[in-house]
């Protein structure tokens, strides 16, 4: 089991696990249409963003493949709930990652999407030993994919109306970074 010494702290945010009285807070983030328009999913419900934050107050660590490690994200100073994150153990085998992250509306262009993944990233690198962590995208979600190139990650793929998504064709950008990459920037 690989679990973070929780909370990870970066300049401004703090990352801990959920916690049953983030539903508020988490709500306003998973409510929001704009927030979902490049995502799998509509926006949520009260009684599904419920039911997803049960399920993410379990996930404090990497048990198994396929686990998603979530983490809720506050301003340091106020403790303010800004930023759904999650960091995924794809692959024991071929040591792969994928990361993942939503900012809340309000706070949205403030560096806060990029800060938060380096904890995250550090995680996956430094404590699982994981050897490729990816971020995957709709290609048209401009915001996502340069958060990506601001910490660093390279486009490997875009994948061309690869999924059939809310009724249309979408495509898909893969960035990844390697171990040794996140070592030399580091
Ligand atoms: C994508 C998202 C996480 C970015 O969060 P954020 O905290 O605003 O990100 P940052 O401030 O760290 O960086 C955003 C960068 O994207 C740029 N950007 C934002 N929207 C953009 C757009 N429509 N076109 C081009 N660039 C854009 C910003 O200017 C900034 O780059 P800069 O620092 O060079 O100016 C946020 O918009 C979000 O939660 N979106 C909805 C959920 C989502 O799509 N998550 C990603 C799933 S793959």
Redesign the pocket.
Known sequence: MHRPDWPLRTERLLLRPWEPNDLAAMHEIHRDP??????YNEPLSLHETRERLERKIATDAFRAEGDWMGCAVTLADTGELV?DASLAWTSVEHRQGEI??????A?????????LSVPLLAFGFERVGLHRIV????AR????A??LE?LGMRREAHLVENEWVKGEWQSELVYAMLAGEWSALR
């Open positions: 704009e927030m979902c328009r490049y995502l930023a993942g992250f939503l900012v809340h509306p706070h949205q262009g403030r560096g806060y999407a990029t800060e971020g995957r995208l709709e979600n401009a915001g996502s340069r958060v601001k």
